[in-house]
Every structure is written in structure tokens, then in C-alpha cells.
């Protein structure tokens, strides 16, 4: 049966075959036309994963919470710099058609290596084309995403120095830049073999990867492949050599019963079924003198062995047979015994000389410890290991069942017996991260991953892409067994693969008590996120924390040392995002956003400041009187506030102060040292006057003057220039009220 192994283009639609590509492409090494036109496939592949994310973020803006988010974000931001790398090769080749400068050897390696980018990218652009706006953030499989973009950035790698040798004329530098480019080479298709495989970018979907026709948009074809029971000892037939190799039409078959079987769909499948067979039958005709035999009377052994006949094992022992050979199935009569849990009969296959550490046959064979692990059958493990057997080099068995279905209680017996808590699969990974990340039975993970640190497993491990497991307990939402690893000495300090800190990434997700935990077990407060912002920052701006626990943070940060008047990597400080960030547009400031303000003024911040977020960019004393916030005004004076400096418009807080005719202010300002003469548009003095208010005349020193108090120039000048965007109280303007000769003529 053929495998799918078509690819749709993502710009014509046309079918592309990945096989075909590189069984033409690998005759003559990659010619001219083929790295031009794979380049474009790759360029446009590229450019529809981005847009498809862009448009994808462009509709969850609302979203609160957006590390999944991010990750896709930073993945289009890569697929865009290989949309321009792998879109500029088909130009530069047009003004020099000529590959002459690459040697045959790499010409032949990127023949492979470039169809095998193509189809992975169309693998990833399928599974983004699974997200839209009503996708649940935590279904997003963040190591999916990581992985993709791996492989992207491999790909922009390979490109880059595939550009430069194209354009290189110097023999020597091309010899130094070929060795690049075969490094470059494995690197991409290293990361592309991560990225198909086990690449379900949702997490908990009921499709554990993506096939090859998944790449080509439409479902896979051919028969679904039907799960049998596996093969017992006692059903495998007696061997013979003449065995007919396909089932001869008189012979009675038994049926398989089915609740389905009357349905239209399940005798179509049936008849697909038996075509099928039909096909695996003249297969194992064809293939019948190479295919393995067992040798003679091994399956009436195992058979034996599976039923606990000793009488009939030792019949069989006796007339000369391999007591280690493998039946037809790839087992040994010691496997069959201990998977049949006749321990008497495996003990007596012992006595009998049978070696406890030969595997089944076949490239995954597992040795008989293994068979008795899966049974979780305790006697035949003791059994085995005081008469021979092992448990070093159990690493590859020993993952599968962490991984798998065995309980907490086994795996720790299996540690007790010699199992590697260090164990690591082939690709490097640590048995901690692979049950925390793949394990099956994912109701008792928390226990099996307490029982591997019980037994020493290292708290601070990371997963294959370098991201800590404490960070991958976040991701899943384990903050029990977070807490579990940093009792254990995990780093409360560890960074993701993209170098965001824990406890960064604990306040995205809104989990104030969280924060809390990691600051008091020693988590670094002036942490910066992967934009350089500092966690007080991220306190503040965060749109998930209520701002009561933004008050609790900012005072637990300031406590701790962090200055009030940090700014970001744009130059907007800490004080200027917590006067933004409050529930009035207009109004006074809450206590609790006081609170901040207070907090973050007597522990740096600069009163004094521009507030850049504002209109005009006011001081924090002229927003307080704009807003007629006297506790906030207050405050400002006792942190520092001086009463001389003019925001952008040229207004100093003594003047905003007598326009809205606040004697206690104003006398408060005087105290403080407000200059009455300051020059301006308009002078303290000058407006007490024109405001015919005694008590505020009196403040300033101002003489009271009959008639005319200034003329009606200054009041228009007044009224334009101090009257315009204040709020319009009762008593937001001092009325002047000008003698009749000084009224503004008609004109």
C-alpha cells in the first residue's frame, strides 16, 4: 500500500510530491530551476503561516493572558524573515543562472534537504490553519509552537549562508562557507523531524500528530488501520515449513462479531479489509523464504511455557530445544511464562539455563524485565534479578513505562531495583521531563513526577528546547507540583527558552499568590521580561491583577529594594503608567491607586516628573489641580513636588490654583515657596487681581484697588489661555468682572 506523500502548494494549489522532489532533485544534484522554484514555494509557504497568525492575533487583541500568543507572534516574525531570505534566491540566480560556485556534494545534500523544508512548512501552516478566534489559549501546545519555530529559524539559517555562497566569487571563502552550509543542513533536518513529529499544535486533541496527507489539507487515505488484542503464545499455530501461505477457499474462517457490523460503512470497511488481506497474503507468499522461522518445536514451547506445563517444557527441553529461541510472534518461552504470570514455569526455564536477559526479536525487542514491569507482576521482577538479569541499560523499557501506564508504585520499585532516575531517551531527554511532558495516564503524572524526585531526579531539568519544568508546570497549570519542584531546589530564577523569568511569566497569568510564594523563596524582583521591562512595571500595566494586589505587589517590590522610578525601554516610568493606568479618566484617584503613587514616590520616583501619558504632559502637581485631586496634591507635595516648574503649556501650579479660587491651596503652595512674580502669559500676582478675591489678594500681597482692576486685554488673556480644557465646576474660573470702560468693544 502506498503512503501519501503529497503536498498541496499553498499558492496554486497544485499537488507536490516531498518523495518524487527528491528522487528527481537527487539524480544530478539540484539544478538552477529547482532551488529557484523551491525557494519560491518556500518564500510563499512562509508568508501564508504569517498572515494566517497575524490575522489569527489581529482577532484575540481582547485576550488578557497572552504568553501562547506571544510564541505565535515571535513564530510569524520568523516565518516573515524566511518569506524574504528564501524570496530573495530566485532573483539573485536570475542575474547569475549559474549554481557552478556550489560544489556537487552540497548541490546533491540541498536536493534532500529543501523539498523536506517544504514539506514540514506546509505541516506547520496546516496546523495553524486549526487556530481561530475561539481556540482556548491553554489549548495552544506552547512546545509545538516552540518546535516550529525551531525549524524556521534553522531554515533562515541555511538560507542566509546559502545567499552568501551564491554570491561569493572567492574559492577559499566558498570552501569555509560549504562547511557552514553541511552543518546548516543537518541542523534543518534535525529541527524538521521535531517539528512533524508529534507536532498536534492543540494540546489534548484526539489526533496525536499530523500525517502527510494532513500536509496536503484533505484527510488520509486508505483503510483505517483496526486494533487486534495482542497475540497470546497459546494462539500461535504449530510451525511447519509448509504452512500455506494464504488461506485456501475451503477453510472455515470465524467471524468477528460487531455491534456495527450491519451498518453500510463497517462492510465497506470489510470489504476494503479484505482486499487488503488479500494483498498482505500474497505479500507473505512472495516474502516466505526470507521472512523469520522459528526454529523447530520453539512455539509448542512457548506454548508450554504460557499454559505453566512443566512435564510437557521439560519433555520439549529435553529433545534439544533452544530453551532461548523466539517464536513466530518474536517471544521467548521465559517472556511468554512471565506475560502468562506462570511463575513456575519461568522459574524452572531459569533452572533450565534460559538467559533472563534476551529481548523478543524485531528492532524494539524489550528484554523479559520489561514484560514483567508491564504486568507489574513483582514476583517474576525479583525472580529475574536474583537469577541474572539487570537493570542497567533498561533506560529505553524503562522511559516506555514512565511514559505509559505504569503506576507511582511501580516505578518507584523499579528505582529501588536499579532503574536510572537520570535515565534519557535517544534524543537526550531526562526521565523527569518525559513523564511531566508524555506521559499517557495523565491522572497520577503529579505522583509518578514526586516519585522521581523522591529519587533524586535534578528539580532543575529542562526539556529538549531548554525550557525548565517548572516553567512546563505553569504551562499546564500544576502549581502544586511547581511548588513540589522548588521545595525539591528547582531555580526560582529560570528562564524559558525565550529567557523570560518564572515568576514573570506567573504575574501574566494573574496569579497573585503565586507571585507571592516566589518572591518570598527568593525570586529576583527586578526580573525583566523578554522586552526589558521590570516585573514592578509589568505589575502595574497588568491587565489581570485587580488593583488592590497591584497596591500588595508594588508595596511587597519597593520593601524589597526596587526604585520607584524605573522606566521602560521607551522611557516611560513606573509612575507615569500608574497615573494612566487608573479607573477616572477625570476624577480624583482612587486610595488604593493613591496608594501606588505614594509608594512609588517614597521609593525614588520622581515627583517633578513630565507624565508623558498625558495630554500636555503635566507635572504630577499640575494633573492633581487639573483634576482638583487634593489628596493626590497633597501627596505630591510631601514627596518633593516643586510648586515652580510649568508643565508644556506654561502653566505653573500657583496658577491653576488661583483660577480655581482655592485660598488653602494656594496658601499651601506659598508655603512650599511658590514664586507670586514668576513670569508667564501671566503673573500669580496679576491673576489674584484680576480676580477681585480678597482672601486670594491678600495670599499674594496684592493691595485692594478701586475701579478698574486690569484691563480687559489681560482678562481675555486670561480667559483664553488658563480657561481652556479645565473642568467647568461651579468653581472652576475666577469670574473678573471689569469696569463698563474696559468691556471688549463690537468691532
Known amino acids: 500500500m502506498r503512503s501519501c506523500c503529497c503536498v498541496a502548494c499553498s499558492c496554486c494549489g497544485e499537488p507536490y510530491s516531498f518523495l518524487t522532489a527528491i528522487k528527481t532533485s537527487t539524480m544530478s544534484g539540484m539544478s538552477f530551476s529547482a532551488l529557484s522554484s523551491v525557494s519560491s514555494h518556500l518564500a510563499s509557504k512562509a508568508q501564508a503561516g504569517s498572515n494566517s497568525i497575524d490575522h489569527l492575533l489581529s482577532t484575540r487583541s481582547h485576550d488578557t493572558i497572552k504568553t501562547e500568543l506571544d510564541k505565535l507572534g515571535l513564530l510569524s516574525v520568523s516565518l516573515r524573515q524566511l518569506e524574504y531570505h528564501a524570496g530573495q534566491v530566485p532573483g539573485e540566480l536570475a542575474t547569475d543562472p549559474c549554481l557552478s560556485s556550489l560544489s556537487a556534494e552540497l548541490s546533491t545534500e540541498l536536493a534532500v534537504a529543501l523539498p523536506l523544508c517544504e514539506y514540514t512548512l506546509a505541516v506547520v501552516i496546516k496546523q495553524l490553519s486549526r487556530l481561530d478566534e475561539n481556540t482556548p489559549r491553554h489549548k495552544i501546545d506552547v512546545s509545538t509552537v516552540s518546535r516550529f519555530d525551531a525549524f524556521t529559524k534553522s531554515s533562515i539559517t541555511l538560507y542566509i549562508i546559502l545567499r552568501g555562497l551564491l554570491n561569493t566569487g572567492d574559492l577559499v571563502a566558498v570552501e569555509a562557507k560549504e562547511s557552514e552550509a553541511r552543518q546548516a543542513l543537518q541542523d534543518v533536518q534535525t529541527?524538521?523531524?521535531?517539528?512533524?513529529?508529534?507536532?498536534?499544535?492543540?494540546?489534548?486533541?484526539?489526533?496525536?500528530?499530523?500525517?502527510?496527507?494532513?500536509?496536503?489539507?484533505?484527510p488520509a487515505k486508505g483503510p483505517q488501520a483496526r486494533e487486534h488484542p495482542p497475540l497470546t503464545c497459546s494462539e500461535l499455530p504449530q510451525y511447519s515449513d509448509r504452512m500455506p501461505?494464504?488461506?485456501?477457499?475451503?477453510?472455515?474462517?470465524?467471524?468477528?462479531?460487531?455491534?456495527?457490523?450491519?451498518?453500510?460503512?463497517?462492510?465497506?470497511?470489510?470489504?476494503?479489509?479484505?482486499?487488503?488481506?488479500?494483498?498482505?497474503?500474497?505479500?507473505?507468499?512472495?516474502?516466505?523464504?526470507?521472512?523469520?522461522?522459528?526454529?523447530?518445536?520453539?512455539?509448542?514451547?512457548?506454548?508450554?511455557?504460557?499454559?505453566?506445563?512443566?512435564?510437557?517444557?521439560?519433555?520439549?527441553?529435553?529433545?534439544?530445544?533452544?530453551v532461548d529461541g523466539h517464536n513466530e510472534a518474536g517471544l521467548t518461552a521465559l517472556i511468554c511464562a512471565i506475560q502468562a504470570r506462570q511463575l513456575e514455569a519461568a522459574r524452572y526455564l531459569?533452572?533450565?539455563?534460559?538467559?533472563?536477559?534476551?529481548?523478543?526479536?524485531?528492532?524494539?525487542?524489550?528484554?523479559?524485565?520489561?514484560?514483567?514491569?508491564?504486568?507489574?507482576?513483582?514476583?517474576?521482577?525479583?525472580?529475574?534479578l536474583t537469577n541474572g538479569a539487570s537493570m542497567a541499560g533498561s533506560d529505553d523499557w524503562f522511559l516506555d513505562l514512565l511514559t505509559g501506564a505504569a503506576s507511582a508504585d511501580w516505578i518507584?520499585?523499579?528505582?529501588?531495583?536499579?532503574?536510572?532516575?537520570?535515565?534519557?531517551?535517544?534524543?537526550?531527554?531526562?526521565?523527569?521531563?518525559?513523564?511531566?511532558?508524555?506521559?499517557?495516564?495523565?491522572?497520577?503524572?503529579?505522583?509518578?513526577?514526586?516519585?522521581?524526585?523522591?529519587?533524586?531526579?535534578d528539580p532543575n531539568a529542562r526539556d529538549l528546547y531548554g525550557t525548565p519544568l517548572v516553567h512546563l508546570c505553569l504551562q499546564q497549570d500544576r502549581d502544586n507540583l511547581m511548588t513540589l519542584l522548588l521545595e525539591r531546589g528547582a531555580n526560582v530564577n529560570g528562564t524559558d527558552m525565550y529567557g523570560s523569568p518564572l515568576v514573570v511569566e506567573v504575574l501574566k497569568r494573574g496569579n497573585v499568590a503565586l507571585v507571592k510564594a516566589l518572591i518570598t523563596r527568593g525570586a529576583d524582583v527586578n526580573s525583566t521580561d523578554i522586552y526589558g521591562n521590570?516585573?514592578?512595571?509589568?505589575?502595574?500595566?497588568?491587565?489581570?491583577?485587580?488593583?488592590?494586589?497591584?497596591?500588595?505587589?508594588?508595596?511587597?517590590?519597593?520593601?524589597?529594594?526596587?526604585?520607584?522610578?524605573?522606566?521602560?525601554?521607551?522611557?516611560?516610568?513606573?509612575?507615569?503608567?500608574?497615573?494612566?493606568?487608573?479607573?477616572?479618566?477625570?476624577?480624583?484617584?482612587?486610595?488604593?491607586?493613591?496608594?501606588?503613587?505614594?509608594?512609588?514616590?517614597?521609593?525614588?520616583?520622581?515627583?517633578?516628573?513630565?507624565?508623558?501619558?498625558?495630554?500636555?504632559?503635566?507635572?504630577?502637581?499640575?494633573?492633581?489641580?487639573?483634576?482638583?485631586?487634593?489628596?493626590?496634591?497633597?501627596?505630591?507635595?510631601?514627596?518633593?513636588?516643586?510648586?515652580?516648574?510649568?508643565?508644556?503649556?506654561?502653566?505653573?501650579?500657583?496658577?491653576?490654583?488661583?483660577?480655581?479660587?482655592?485660598?488653602?491651596?494656594?496658601?499651601?503652595?506659598?508655603?512650599?515657596?511658590?514664586?507670586?512674580?514668576?513670569?508667564?502669559?501671566?503673573?500669580?500676582v496679576e491673576m489674584a487681581r484680576a480676580s477681585r478675591d480678597p482672601q486670594l489678594m491678600q495670599l499674594l500681597g496684592v493691595p485692594p484697588v478701586e475701579g478698574a482692576r486690569v484691563y480687559h486685554t489681560l482678562s481675555r488673556e486670561v480667559r483664553h489661555r488658563q480657561g481652556r480644557g479645565l473642568n467647568t465646576s461651579p468653581r472652576t474660573t475666577v469670574e473678573m468682572d471689569l469696569p463698563p470702560q474696559y468691556e471688549e468693544r463690537s468691532t
Open 191 to 218: 529541527a524538521a523531524g521535531h517539528a512533524s513529529r508529534n507536532c498536534d499544535i492543540l494540546s489534548g486533541a484526539d489526533s496525536s500528530r499530523t500525517t502527510r496527507s494532513d500536509a496536503n489539507g484533505g
Open 245 to 322: 501461505a494464504v488461506i485456501s477457499p475451503g477453510t472455515n474462517v470465524p467471524e468477528i462479531s460487531s455491534q456495527s457490523a450491519s451498518t453500510s460503512q463497517n462492510k465497506d470497511s470489510a470489504s476494503a479489509t479484505g482486499f487488503f488481506d488479500s494483498l498482505t497474503s500474497s505479500f507473505k507468499a512472495m516474502t516466505a523464504a526470507i521472512r523469520f522461522k522459528p526454529e523447530p518445536f520453539v512455539v509448542p514451547l512457548c506454548e508450554a511455557a504460557t499454559r505453566g506445563s512443566i512435564p510437557q517444557i521439560q519433555g520439549l527441553l529435553g529433545e534439544g530445544v533452544n
Open 350 to 384: 531459569l533452572q533450565a539455563g534460559a538467559d533472563p536477559k534476551i529481548r523478543s526479536s524485531g528492532r524494539k525487542g524489550k528484554p523479559p524485565l520489561y514484560h514483567a514491569s508491564v504486568a507489574q507482576y513483582e514476583p517474576a521482577v525479583d525472580l529475574l
Open 412 to 457: 518507584a520499585l523499579l528505582l529501588t531495583r536499579g532503574a536510572s532516575v537520570h535515565a534519557k531517551d535517544s534524543s537526550g531527554r531526562v526521565a523527569i521531563a518525559l513523564a511531566l511532558q508524555h506521559r499517557k495516564k495523565k491522572e497520577d503524572g503529579d505522583e509518578v513526577v514526586a516519585t522521581l524526585l523522591a529519587h533524586g531526579a
Open 534 to 684: 521590570r516585573l514592578i512595571i509589568n505589575t502595574i500595566t497588568s491587565t489581570s491583577l485587580s488593583t488592590t494586589d497591584k497596591a500588595a505587589l508594588v508595596e511587597i517590590l519597593t520593601q524589597r529594594g526596587v526604585q520607584g522610578g524605573v522606566a521602560d525601554n521607551w522611557g516611560v516610568t513606573a509612575l507615569d503608567y500608574a497615573v494612566a493606568n487608573t479607573a477616572s479618566k477625570t476624577g480624583p484617584l482612587t486610595d488604593v491607586e493613591l496608594r501606588v503613587v505614594d509608594l512609588l514616590t517614597s521609593h525614588g520616583a520622581d515627583p517633578n516628573q513630565r507624565l508623558t501619558k498625558q495630554p500636555g504632559y503635566p507635572t504630577l502637581l499640575t494633573y492633581a489641580l487639573d483634576r482638583q485631586d487634593w489628596k493626590l496634591f497633597r501627596v505630591a507635595l510631601s514627596r518633593g513636588a516643586q510648586p515652580n516648574i510649568t508643565d508644556n503649556r506654561g502653566r505653573t501650579p500657583l496658577l491653576i490654583a488661583l483660577q480655581y479660587g482655592e485660598p488653602e491651596v494656594v496658601a499651601l503652595l506659598i508655603e512650599k515657596g511658590a514664586d507670586k512674580n514668576q513670569a508667564g502669559q501671566v503673573t500669580p
